[in-house]
């Protein structure tokens, strides 16, 4: 099966998941700096979503480019991973609307591991026995980022109960790990 349709499909639903992010941010009542201040929250949780929906997009773009060979599990593996995306505007608006309150951050930490979960499960999908995409399997390796991904979420969870901020911080601290895309595959297709 060919990649295209993966391709345009995933990039479809992604720009709707960005339109709906955008769509949830209200325009404030006044034309002073002092109106978007209550705003600060609602705007800072977008940017972090629009960050994370951007990388996974990212990446997503490389492991395509990478593959010779979509099968049904990739295109189940790939709506599996689009799930777990289009729920992160749900999560996003709750956090934000709610000033960074302990459930709504520990609950967007939520999403995001799963849709750490949802892009291993790509990879593997992809790169697995009889795939027929060995340069992408070698390019990712041992994978150390999405391993430390799987770790960190459940940690900025666990600590989003101790104080919200901490748990955001990891959060952060993850996005600023995957913000350069994978070089692993630039540098394998080059070759």
Known sequence: MGKSRLEAFSDGVIAIIITIMVLELKVPHGD???????????????VLSFIYVGIYWNNHHHLMHAVNHISGGVLWANLHLLFWLSLIPFVTGWMGENHFATMPVAAYGVVLFMCAVAYWLLVHCLTGAGSGNKALAQAIGGDRKGVLSLLFYPTGVGLAFVHPWLGFAVYILVAVIWFIPDRRIESSLSK
């Open 32 to 46: 002073t700096f002092d109106t978007l201040w209550p705003l600060a929250p609602v705007l800072l949780s977008y």
